[in-house]
């Protein structure tokens, strides 16, 4: 029973057009997470939910934004992407704002 | 501004020996170190962390070393086996939020 899904694992689309990655976790927590892996590998925060409210917002486009229904979900939704957006995106989660992370195993987006 | 640095990208160690994998950080903000480890097609999970109020953190097979004047903290694996074979990051705490390095690959040959 995996702690944190998220969905799709691959997301293959075109620039311009808007999709949504979904995250759920079962672990409880009150903290969810997403981050980005860039070409380069780093993994970067891009914004953290606790109890349904943004805590960090990093420098992200506007074109992102995220909505957390519940404690339990964190969705990602990107509008008209760009060849830029490619990366991985992983979904975690924490109890409290805690650094011990649970990942999801990301979602590989590809905007040709 | 990469705050954590994670300088060597690969490392190739035979098994049975040790791994010792680096990281750099520039911020003195940080208090809380942590690493994860990684396989291909899965998420980064937890292995090991340390406070910075201490310059030793011991797991099994797993110790970290952190030397604050330098900025600087280890990873060492003894001994090293074939299933350690993954990509290992570091992070840094300094708030709100976690600071990752971009990784090193460490391969164990058997």
């Known amino acids: 029973d995996t702690a944190v899904s998220q969905t799709p694992k691959y997301l293959v689309t075109q620039m311009g057009n808007d999709k949504s990655i979904k995250c759920e976790q079962n672990l409880g927590h009150d903290t969810m997470y997403w981050y980005k892996q860039d070409s380069k590998k780093f993994l970067k925060i891009m914004f953290s939910y606790n109890n349904k409210e943004l805590i960090i917002n990093e420098t992200v486009p506007n074109r992102f934004s995220p909505k957390s229904p519940d404690k339990a979900h964190l969705n990602l939704h990107i509008n008209s992407l760009e060849l830029g957006d490619s990366a991985v995106y992983f979904c975690?989660?924490?109890?409290?704002?805690?650094?011990?992370?649970?990942f999801g195993s990301g979602t590989q987006l590809s905007v040709l | 501004d990469q705050q954590v640095k994670q300088n060597s990208p690969s490392l190739s160690v035979q098994e049975g020996r040790i791994s010792i994998l680096n990281c750099d950080y520039t911020n003195s903000m940080f208090d809380y170190f942590l690493w994860y480890k990684k396989y291909p097609a899965e998420g980064p999970t937890f292995l090991i962390s340390i406070s910075s109020i201490k310059d030793k953190n011991e797991d099994g097979r797993f110790t970290v070393f952190l030397n604050k004047s330098a900025k600087h903290l280890s990873l060492h694996i003894v001994p090293s086996q074939p299933g350690d074979s993954a990509v290992y990051f570091c992070a840094a705490s300094g708030g709100n939020k976690l600071v990752f390095g971009a990784g090193t690959i460490l391969r164990v040959k058997s």
């Open positions: 975690a989660s924490s109890q409290g704002i805690s650094e011990k992370l649970f």
